[in-house]
């Protein structure tokens, strides 16, 4: 009797049977996202002995230096979600605008957002890096091209989300309403086999996460409620690679902070690729997230490439954040 445990594919084809009206093209948009994942996770791997490290000579649409490893997960990710035939339109970080697909007869259902390569940066130092996604359904009409009104949906519109990281293993979340799972790949199959059915976030946890280097530059009530987290209870950890800071916060629970700055007023974080398909997920397996005063999910995007700062974890431990941010009594502990 085959005892392995189920593959993304199984899982996600089990979920579908749950619903009689399901065409399968959510499968095989998520066989694409998978694929192009394990492609990634390869190429990372290997990124030391290969040809992709280093830079690629030229800036992206945020004025950041661009790795040869982000060109080739943005490629790897445009190309198999283009031949899934499931997807009107594309957005990444790694492109000014988006990539809007024809019409086919009976697909096109889906528009997905990305970061392909975030953390790229720790590449070169063999730190974690990871992919964020999120799938949206079309909002444009069904004989057109999709567009930007496909995109620029909040994070409570999204029908899915995910990431992988790219770590000591290669592991891939996801989660399409019906709680949020964990697969690990297994590299002598090529598949990644479910690890970590049903995660939930511990309700609070030992662990805060925030760059402290930018504490002079945060406002007072962050730097406030950040120095009540540093009463000695929980310890500090900071990877520098969102989706590797993200994993860790998802499962041992405690809170990830990125706020803006006097440098950053709106945030380092993008609200689209980034803070809102994690924060879907982190609500999906009864975690919270915001950027101080709502709920990222609800925040609606205006452009591709919007900033927001956030606030990301354990559902106690966010609200407690969201309380010490407005609480004036804090004042003293930070002077
Ligand atoms: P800082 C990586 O460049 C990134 O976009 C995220 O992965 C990470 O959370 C953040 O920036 C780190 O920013 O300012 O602490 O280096």
């Known amino acids: 009797m085959d005892q392995r445990p189920m593959t993304l594919i199984e899982h996600i084809e089990a979920s579908e049977r749950r619903f009689p009206?399901?065409?399968g093209a959510f499968t095989v948009l998520m066989?694409?996202?998978?694929?192009?994942?394990?492609?990634?996770?390869?190429?990372?791997?290997?990124a030391g002995l290969g040809k992709l490290l280093g830079l690629a000579g030229r800036r992206n649409v945020q004025g950041e230096q661009v790795a040869r490893l982000d060109e080739f997960a943005n490629d790897t990710l445009v190309r198999t979600l283009t031949r899934s035939g499931s997807v009107c339109a594309l957005g990444?970080?790694?492109l000014?605008?988006?990539i809007r697909l024809p019409p086919t007869p009976d697909t096109g259902h889906y528009a997905v957002v990305f970061d392909p390569l975030d953390g790229s940066s720790n590449i070169d130092v063999a730190v974690s890096v990871g992919t964020i996604f999120g799938v949206f359904r079309r909002r444009s009409p069904r004989n057109g091209l999709g567009g930007v009104e496909d995109l620029l949906q909040p994070g409570s519109s999204l029908c899915a989300a995910g990431y992988a990281v790219y770590g000591s293993s290669t592991v891939f979340v996801y989660s399409a309403g019906l709680g949020v799972h964990g697969f690990t790949l297994d590299p002598s199959l090529g598949e990644l086999l479910l690890s970590h059915p049903d995660i939930r976030v511990p309700p609070s946890g030992s662990y805060y996460?925030?760059?402290?280097?930018?504490?002079?530059?945060?406002?007072?009530?962050?730097?406030?409620?950040?120095?009540?987290?540093?009463?000695?209870s929980r310890s500090l950890r900071y990877v520098g690679s969102l989706v590797a800071d993200a994993h860790r916060t998802m499962l041992c629970g405690g809170v990830f902070l990125y706020p803006a700055d006097r440098g950053k007023p709106e945030g380092k974080l993008r609200l689209?690729?980034?803070?809102?398909?994690?924060?879907?997920?982190?609500?999906?397996?009864?975690?919270?997230?915001?950027?101080?005063?709502?709920?990222?999910v609800d925040k609606?995007?205006?452009q591709l490439h919007d900033r927001t700062p956030l606030f990301l974890g354990s559902a106690d431990d966010i609200a407690e954040f969201e309380r010490l941010l407005g609480d004036e009594e804090a004042r003293d502990d930070a002077s």
């Open 31 to 46: 066989q694409a996202i998978g694929l192009a994942c394990k492609i990634i996770s390869r190429e990372v791997n290997q």
């Open 300 to 302: 609606v995007p205006r």
């Open 272 to 296: 689209l690729y980034e803070a809102a398909p994690l924060a879907y997920l982190f609500e999906q397996a009864g975690g919270r997230a915001s950027d101080g005063t709502m709920r990222i």
């Open 21 to 23: 009206e399901a065409t």
């Open 209 to 232: 996460s925030c760059n402290s280097g930018n504490r002079k530059a945060w406002p007072d009530n962050v730097r406030r409620a950040v120095a009540r987290f540093e009463d000695g």
């Open 92 to 94: 990444s970080e790694e």
């Open 96 to 98: 000014a605008v988006p």
